[in-house]
């Protein structure tokens, strides 16, 4: 047997087994899903120590719980189904009732949930695409040379002597574009495929003690404009390029073992001293 019952606290209606019922108090599984709840009501699940109690009152009594069902929506306009006829002639018809739960409400909200986790995870990797080929592309334009110049022969760099450093300034016009993630990559990149270490020695930016002033060659114009033909480093300052330029050229000397060799010296010096006290 089955009531369709009105909790009293909430104002809504279901149909649950009549023996969840007794005095006006139904025990009722609130943590069950709403799948569960289903089955536990057509089953006339036997109620749980564990299951809460509600205050109801009984709106109907039936048989089976297929005509308790039928006689559900019917339950949600009239507070007594035995009148059902009388209230429906009434003027001022009761207030529409809720329904406690609905099985299949649990299902509906998780495939909307997901459905909607779906759509963005979508979305997001159409973005990732899009920011893919626009990288890639960027990768493949870095290393084409600039548009009117023809790339340097590959026999004349690196520099190896100052006489090819005078003979390339005279006849240098472009340099193709090496490219680099950044203004510092790209500038040591570019200064690495031009000068040999040996060479990076003779140099500094100002031309003091005996070195040839780089800041007076046509190449670091071109070395310049060759960092800013890359789409990564286009908007690099004259002062950005340069500070990587001199960073580049003051580290000659630790370069190719140059530091060890150094440190090397250093410790013999020291030991020398040493020695030399001590006799």
Known sequence: MFYIVEFI???EVEVVPALWVKDEICQWPAQYR?????KAIRSEEQPGHMWDTYHV???????TYKAARLKLPQAETHTDLQTAEEEDADENPKKKRKRLCKESSWNLCMSLFFLALLHR???????????????LKT???MGEPARGQEPLERDILPLKDPTSLLGLEKNITALSVIGGVDIKDSVWRVMKHC??????KQLNWRGINGKTAFHRLQL????TGTVRNSRLTATATDQEIEFYIKKWLHLACDRDGGRREREKRR???????MQCELI
């Open 195 to 200: 000068f040999t270490n040996s060479l990076a």
């Open 267 to 273: 410790s013999l010096n020291l030991l020398t001293l």
């Open 9 to 11: 606290e909430t104002q």
């Open 57 to 63: 009152r009984i709106l109907y009594t039936a048989a």
């Open 121 to 135: 995870l979508l979305t997001n990797q159409e973005m990732m695409m899009d920011q893919l080929k626009v990288i």
């Open 220 to 223: 670091k114009d071109v070395i």
């Open 34 to 38: 709403p799948d569960d709840l289903g």
């Open 139 to 141: 990768m493949q334009k």
